[in-house]
């Protein structure tokens, strides 16, 4: 299956500090999703993004999908200790393959 | 509500025994898929399904076998032939559709611990 790797694997914050992680296919993808996963829990569905250049925000939470199709950033906005988990990016196909993520810790 | 269960929760095992975690979806979705996860990893993909009667191998299906007779349900088996089996597993299913339809929902997860 295709390859999608994740940029960082760990980030350590300060609450109230930014976040950003990316996702970078060799190949052209024909939609990218984030999914959260808490820790102790299951992961959760966050967003889906399809179009070229397509950018979507939920409250303080900025997703983009590069021109090409082949990238993809999350962006949080003044990271708070809820915002503590793992994200993950998958390019969309038939077999749903996950990359190792990008764990963020928060320190209050 | 619909969504996925797992079970059990938790679950010990001594060597050499096989056991079974259960998946059970009343999502009516078509697919359902496999995941473990050891700590502080990602998610390695075990076995998938797309339609009854059907399922591939993921990276890791070595140790593991599935069966999937309804579409509701998709248990795991982990055999003794698993080396390392120790971790907590995932089932997620999802609707197939179109490409980019696939969004996957997952179940809480069953932690198996080795003694």
């Known amino acids: 299956g295709q390859q999608v790797m994740q940029i960082p694997q760990y980030q350590h914050v300060q609450e109230g500090e930014d976040f950003t992680t990316y996702c970078n296919s060799s190949?052209?993808?024909?939609?990218i999703q984030w999914y959260k996963q808490r820790p102790g829990g299951h992961p959760v569905f966050l967003i889906q993004?399809?179009?070229?250049?397509e950018v979507k925000k939920q409250k303080r939470l900025t997703f983009q999908f590069g021109e090409a199709k082949k990238n993809s950033s999350l962006h949080i906005t003044a990271t708070q200790t809820t915002d503590v988990g793992t994200y993950f990016c998958?390019?969309?196909?038939?077999?749903?393959?996950f990359g190792a993520g990008t764990r963020l810790t928060v320190k209050p | 509500d619909g969504g996925i269960t797992q079970s059990p929760k938790y679950l010990f095992r001594k060597e050499g025994q096989n056991v079974t975690l259960s998946c059970e979806q009343n999502?009516?979705?078509?697919?359902m898929y496999w995941y473990r996860q050891d700590p502080g990893q990602g998610l390695r993909l075990i076995y998938y399904?797309?339609?009854?009667?059907?399922?591939q191998k993921g990276d890791i299906a070595e140790g593991y076998s599935v069966s999937r007779e309804k579409k509701e349900s998709f248990p795991l088996t982990v055999t003794s032939a698993q080396k390392n089996p120790t971790a907590f597993y995932l089932c997620?299913?999802?609707?197939?559709?179109?490409?980019?339809?696939?969004?996957?929902?997952f179940g809480a997860g069953s932690r198996l611990t080795v003694l």
């Open positions: 399904s797309q339609i009854v009667n059907d399922f």
């Open positions: 190949t052209t993808l024909s939609n």
């Open positions: 999502l009516n979705h078509d697919a």
């Open positions: 997620a299913s999802s609707s197939r559709g179109a490409s980019g339809a696939n969004v996957l929902t």
């Open positions: 998958i390019g969309n196909n038939n077999d749903m393959r």
């Open positions: 993004l399809v179009k070229s250049g």
